[in-house]
């Protein structure tokens, strides 16, 4: 599917900041719509609204961490009271597993799926780290009966799991390599600069020598694929293979595809992040390309909550596998971490441009306290 190919140049005398102030108009009721997810009762936040009033839902891991990724990329997290940290690292502290060290809902199926152990782990030691606090458990790999690293314990062993991955679908594969970065961060220093280097030497091996990408899948499939490549890159001080050819491929996929979802706008800006200084930075017309077409698309997923979905119109009832909500037409975390914690700071950044404050922070954190107080 494709735009017209006006999507392709800029409207006369638009500029890199015509794009932000539209960019920033979208996010006019967000502030206000975060206090509204918070559990009073159990210290998280839900996934979307309509999930608050669901006995089948509760509040969630990766809710409550995208929740605070989104406060803290703001520059909110100085107005976030002691007593809410209080309850959202005790949250966060009550579901890990003090027998295998991941952190796991209660509520769900996530601990069956690989995939989210590792995600799961890595968002919640990062908010832990945010708040001051730690887990207060041994984490994976610090037992040394711990099966869950034996895929990195060997050359071998990983060999053959990064062959099983389902490289049928590039994001899907590279997203599995992307959420071992903590368990690696486990290993023995040699060991762990071992399974870097194979991790990128394979997906290297993978690669489309003309468009960067590895794997199947459609344009914003494999963009999103090398994203997750470039992350994995980026966590360890690598740098990302074929860099000229995956930007010239991801600029390609956003002038030309259409943004079905919510997580192929994140997707491209952050690549397009991490590319930045290895491939001598963006020129300032495609920059301002990148920007507008940005908040041309941003603005397809914001709801009458104020928040964004993951899908136009409609949230994603299972974003990572796990239902979470009812996939009504409203905000949802998956979506809206996505818009403030990642495009919306990336695109300022790109452009050497400081965030302006959004509508409501001032009152952010004493709506925050008063919603953790069940008022």
Not at 104 to 110: G, K
Request: aromatic share 8%; charged share 20%.
């Amino acid at each position: 599917m494709h735009h017209t190919t006006s999507n392709s140049v800029n409207s006369p005398g638009e500029t890199i900041t015509d794009g932000l102030t539209a960019l920033d108009g979208l996010f006019a009721d967000f502030l206000r719509w975060i206090p509204r997810l918070f559990d009073p009762e159990r210290g998280g936040f839900y996934y979307a609204l309509s999930s608050t009033n669901q006995p089948e839902f509760e509040a969630d891991i990766e809710s409550t961490c995208a929740a605070m990724a989104a406060i803290d990329e703001l520059g909110l997290l100085p107005s976030v009271t002691d007593s809410v940290r209080a309850r959202i690292v005790n949250f966060l502290q009550e579901r890990q597993d003090p027998e295998s060290g991941y952190f796991f809902d209660r509520q769900n199926e996530m601990r069956e799926v690989e995939r989210l152990r590792g995600r799961a782990l890595n968002v919640s030691l990062k908010t832990l780290s945010m708040l001051g606090a730690s887990p207060l458990h041994n984490l994976p790999g610090q037992d040394k009966e711990d099966q869950t690293l034996e895929h990195l314990w060997s050359e071998a062993a990983f060999a053959a799991w990064l062959d099983a991955r389902p490289w049928h679908n590039s994001w899907l594969a590279q997203d599995n390599i992307q959420a071992q970065t903590s368990l690696i961060r486990l290993l023995p220093q040699a060991q762990q600069e071992a399974r870097v280097a194979q991790a990128i030497a394979y997906v290297r091996s993978r690669q489309d020598t003309a468009t960067g990408h590895a794997g199947g899948g459609t344009p914003y499939v494999v963009l999103s694929g090398s994203f997750k490549l470039a992350l994995f890159c980026r966590d360890f001080g690598r740098p990302v293979p074929l860099a000229q050819q995956i930007y010239a491929s991801t600029l390609e996929c956003i002038r030309e595809e259409d943004c079905l979802d919510a997580c192929w706008l994140r997707n491209p800006i952050e690549l397009v992040e991490v590319l930045a200084p290895q491939i001598g930075g963006i020129p300032p017309s495609e920059l301002a390309d990148i920007v507008r077409i940005s908040a041309v698309n941003a603005s397809a997923f914001l709801e009458p909550d104020g928040g964004f979905s993951r899908k136009i119109g409609q949230s994603s009832a299972s974003p990572n596998e796990i239902r979470l909500g009812l996939g009504a037409a409203e905000g949802d975390w998956n979506a809206s971490t996505q818009l403030a914690a990642r495009v919306r700071p990336a695109l300022y950044r790109l452009a050497g441009q400081k965030q302006p404050a959004l509508p409501w922070s001032n009152d952010f954190g004493q709506a925050l306290h008063a919603a953790a107080s069940g008022r």
